[in-house]
């Protein structure tokens, strides 16, 4: 268990539908990551936040946004869902102090998107 | 540019035999660490290994080991002793960038499998 808690694992959708995924950090993490993994692109960076501010975006379509809360945890929010979307959305978490690399980024398992 | 290489999108291995994952990578950047992860076919993804580009040794962690050259931008994934359950893909992965905005960049990943 790698400490990343990610809600739900399924989603299955129809076109044009909006979606929020759910993403818990290890304790004590700052920084949250959002993947997207589909066949043809392979793992891609989606966003990074930290401590609550956007920190670094990817490739991010504008369809998409994201947040973190508070008490850290973050939400994906995919709307106008297209068939394109359907992949394994990750969510990881590190450390990530401004002051230095970190060694580790911790994965949650995943929630696959399948849009109909 | 591809920024991770991994040139073998199939291994197959006999149990009990090490087997060693290529993955070169390209930064002008001298800060960066090189991840590996494990990601089974029920779709988690689970760190392996780190090193990081000032570590002075091979990083290990049990039956894995990082054979890191830096000269030749390469940091390839030694697995000792293979066992069934090492069959999965296989991810490399590089950070670079700024402190605070340290998203990973995945390789296309290799599937090794393990055979009885």
Sequence with gaps: DSGVTQTPKHLITATGQRVTLRCSPRSGDLSVYWYQQSLDQGLQFLIQYYNGEERAKGNILERFSAQQFPDLHSELNLSSLELGDSALYFCASSVARGDRLNTEAFFGQGTRLTVV | ?116
Aim: net charge neutral; with cysteine.
């Design chain 2, 1 to 116: 540019a591809q920024k991770i290489t991994q040139t073998q999108p199939g291994m197959f291995v006999q149990e009990k035999e090490a087997v060693t994952l290529d993955c070169t990578y390209d930064t002008s950047d001298p800060s960066y660490g090189l991840f590996w992860y494990k990601q089974p076919s029920s779709g988690e993804m689970i760190f392996l290994i780190y090193q990081g580009s000032y570590d002075q040794q091979n990083a290990t962690e049990g039956r894995y080991s990082l054979n890191f050259q830096k000269a030749r931008k390469s940091a390839n994934l030694v697995i000792s002793a293979s066992q069934l359950g090492d069959s999965a893909m296989y991810f490399c992965a590089m950070r670079e960038g700024l402190r605070g905005a340290q998203k990973l960049v995945f390789g296309q990943g290799t599937r090794l499998t393990i055979n009885p």
